[in-house]
């Protein structure tokens, strides 16, 4: 079974600029999260969605958005991208995205914003 | 603010020794705990979740969880040196109360096993 896969693995833009980052679930998954990832502030949560819809989001801008397709796969985008934004960001899927299921991560996205 | 918390490390074990690997979290109403494992330059990989009180063992690894001091802890066996990683501690904390509520992460331990 393949694991969740996200891309592109790396990138690199510039401030002002925006991006979208891709990412495909496991087989079966409905629900997808993406998280940040920088060593100042760890692991912190941007939004989840299952089956189309962004049920929950965390504690970030607007600049960060997100979408899922019917086949679930998502996307997530940055707008007017700030050198802080430069992190590695996680696409996670699990089956049903509630309370107790466990979220597999795929291998992340490096994004350097110059 | 709902909170995660982990001592940063290093935490130095000898090979073969039991590393033993340390979370507190804020919100007593959180329901569900997982460890993932993340080696430099990697995606954090599950290693177990746990959800009720006591002791959930699997392999060399075995999970604790105290409800009541609000503190969840890893056990590592038979320590070896490709066991040295950052483990991160997460959290559902129930956000919204409903659906996927994201996990909340601890900044993790970085764990050496020394040969």
């Known amino acids: 079974k393949a694991g969740v896969t996200q891309t592109p693995r790396y990138l690199i833009k510039t401030r002002g600029q925006q991006v979208t980052l891709s990412c495909s679930p496991i087989?079966?998954?409905?629900?997808v999260s993406w998280y940040q990832q920088t060593p100042g502030q760890g692991l912190q949560f941007l939004f989840e969605y299952f089956s189309e819809t962004q049920r929950n989001k965390g504690n970030f801008p607007g600049r960060f958005s997100g979408r899922q397709f019917s086949n679930s796969r998502s996307e997530m985008n940055v707008s007017t991208l700030e050198l802080g934004d430069s992190a590695l960001y996680l696409c996670?899927?699990?089956?049903?995205?509630?309370?107790?299921?466990?979220?597999?991560f795929g291998e992340g996205s490096w994004l350097t914003v110059v | 603010q709902k909170e995660v918390e982990q001592n940063s490390g290093p935490l130095s074990v000898p090979e073969g020794a039991i590393a033993s690997l340390n979370c507190t979290y804020s919100d007593r109403g959180s329901q569900s705990f997982f460890w993932y494992r993340q080696y430099s330059g990697k995606s954090p990989e599950l290693i177990m979740f746990i959800y009720s009180n006591g002791d959930k063992e699997d392999g060399r690894f075995t999970a604790q969880l105290n409800k009541a001091s609000q503190y969840v802890s890893l056990l590592i066996r038979d320590s070896q040196p490709s066991d040295s990683a950052t483990y991160l501690c997460a959290v559902n904390m129930g956000l919204s109360g409903g659906g996927a509520d994201g996990l909340t992460f601890g900044k993790g331990t970085h764990l050496i096993i020394q040969p």
């Open positions: 087989s079966g998954h409905r629900s």
């Open positions: 996670a899927s699990s089956s049903q995205g509630g309370t107790g299921n466990t979220i597999y």
